[in-house]
Structures are given as C-alpha cells and as structure tokens.
Nanobody
Framework: QVQLVESGGGLVQAGDSLRLSCAAS????????MGWFRQAPGKEREFVAA????????YYSDSVKGRFIISRDNAKNAVSLQMNSLKPEDTAVYYC???????????????WGKGTQVTVSS
C-alpha cells in the first residue's frame, strides 16, 4: 500500500499561481497512474489531471487545460500540480490519488491523500 500526503495549498488571488505537491511513502509511485481531483463545497469530487505510469502520458479536464500542469518525479517518489492563472472557480480541496488501473474516474483510484485546501479570491 502507498500513503499519500498533499501540500502546497493556500489562499491566493485570481490570476496567481500555486504549486501542489504529493509525497508518497510505503510504495513507489512508478507502480501507479497518478491523478489530482478536487471537491468544492456541496459538489461532487471531480477529475483535474492525471499522469500515467508510462512516461509522457498526461490528461486534463477541460476546465484546467492550458493552466495546470501535472508532473511526476519517480526519483523523488512524488507528483505535483502546477496551477497557473487561478480562478475563483478553482477553489476546492485538492486530492492526490493513485490507481492501478485507470485515470479518468475517481472510482478507478485505489489510494487517496487527505487533501489540501486551495482558495482563490476574486
């Protein structure tokens, strides 16, 4: 099993940038597809971005394409989410997740971090 811990959340203004990090222990992240999800108050947890086990495969939701970048560093056993041009609608708790099987749906993920809050003011 792998344990995931997110960090880097905070309060920023619209247009700012923020970088989230997901640190893993207990297993190597090279064994997993890695994803970022977010959940706003009263909303369903939604897909944000993912990176496959294989080098070079990344995926993004339409709402963050061109603004967010997911990166993984297998040597450091970590994954990050660089968030640029943040908007108030990006406000949510952001979760790091690991999957053995797929990347698009939250149901496909086997392990989850506890989340980090990102708040974007207008």
């Amino acid at each position: 099993q792998v344990q995931l811990v997110e960090s880097g959340g905070g309060l920023v203004q619209a247009g700012d940038s923020l970088r989230l990090s997901c640190a893993a222990s207990g297993d190597t992240l090279s064994n997993y597809h890695m994803g970022w999800f977010r959940q706003a108050p009263g909303k369903e947890r939604e897909f944000v971005a993912a990176a496959s086990r294989n080098v070079g495969f990344t995926y993004y939701s339409d709402s963050v394409k061109g603004r967010f970048i997911i990166s993984r560093d297998n040597a450091k056993n970590a994954v990050s989410l660089q968030m640029n041009s943040l908007k108030p609608e990006d406000t949510a708790v952001y979760y790091c997740a690991a999957s053995y099987s797929a990347v698009r749906r939250k149901e496909d993920y086997d392990y989850w971090g506890k989340g980090t809050q990102v708040t974007v003011s207008s």
